[in-house]
């Protein structure tokens, strides 16, 4: 009993700090139900506040520490110092102290407010996770001033992080969810309308996701040791050729798994380029567009069969504005009434198996290759979010019958800022 009346006085505590803030009216340690100062309420203050959306420049000079007017050149270093000056690392926590709840909840809102979605039992868990976070954000001083703030900052984000990690899959349990609900469901006369709905919302909520790891990434990874071409989680160097020769060997173990074969891939073009990206991202796209034409190939030609092999093209000019990125297969294609569908979280071409055997799938890493090559349906998608996220694209040409090409564009100057949802 002691522990729970320290509980809620803790809570009563915190909720009387939030009314604080927002000018609401406190007597004798109680909050009064007549000025519903509660959790909610904070959160759609928070909710009014502009997003502020950043670039991969933006995040690089950052933590170059250019916005202090000061350089890592300006400093000597030592062996045992850390990539950011402890300025930059304040600087960087004040911009997330104030960001991070924003951007939260924006997102707890919509969760609340999407239809169909918003009854299933894993998106009614992720709601519940973006509301401690959010509530673990806005307990901390908004002012981060001292390097000992900073570290107990970072300590509370980090946690966050690791908290979120399963988010994705979680949310894709929740479409399962959806989709097993609605085949049992008789009448389906608005089904489609909220389906339309609740595919823009996932849009908007993967987008906000990929941005809020970013930037969290980004914090934690300037807080470690130097790796040498990196500022941060961005490698000023990378290179496409070298991760697409990464993402076939994760691809074709998937394949040979599976189906005990996986066709050859072949790599031509620019492949000395090299330009600041994050390196992550570019895995989860051409991973996820090799698996794809891998299974396509072998099931359209058939188990121990002479596959054709799949194409990588790696395009680059002095003059372009883009990178581009073709994987060609020769697969079969996609039906044209498809094409629509395969931007949908909620369309898989996946076993129903496979899909329930995907759902009890305990999965806290967004890169894995311990999934199946198909699952729950979110990967061509979540891609085109990644390569968008910086300005980018994902694009799928296809031809029924014979195979399908995919180009990934993704800018080379990284001056494009985030496409932030309201």
Known sequence: HKEESGAKRERMVWLASQCARLGRSKLNGRVFSDVSCDLNS???????????STSLQTLMRTGRGEFLHKTYRDAAWKKDDKVAT???LMQVAGFLRHELPIRLAH?????EKVPLLK???SVMAVKDLYSTSFQELISVPRHVSTPGEEARFAAIVENIYDRHAGVLVQMARGAYELRAATRQKEDVS?????ME???????????????IRVLIGQYLALRQQPVQNYIGIICQKTSPYEIVKRAIDDASFMCNRKYGDAPEVIITGRLDLTFPYVPTHLHYITLELLKNSMRATVDWHGVDADYPPIKVVIADGRENEDVV???SDEGGGIPRSNMKKIWSYLFTTADPAVQEGMVAFIQNDDHSVDSPLA???YGLPISRSYARYFGGDLSIMSMEGYGTDAFVYLTRLGNTREPLPI
């Open 42 to 52: 904070v959160v759609r203050k928070h909710a009014l506040e502009p997003q502020t």
């Open 86 to 88: 402890e300025r930059v």
């Open 107 to 111: 997102r707890i809102l919509d969760l």
């Open 119 to 121: 009854d299933m039992k």
């Open 190 to 194: 608005n089904t489609f309308e909220e």
């Open 197 to 211: 709905e609740s595919h823009a919302f996932l849009d908007r909520f993967y987008i906000s996701r990929i941005g």
């Open 325 to 327: 990125i073709k994987v």
């Open 375 to 377: 699952g729950l349906g």
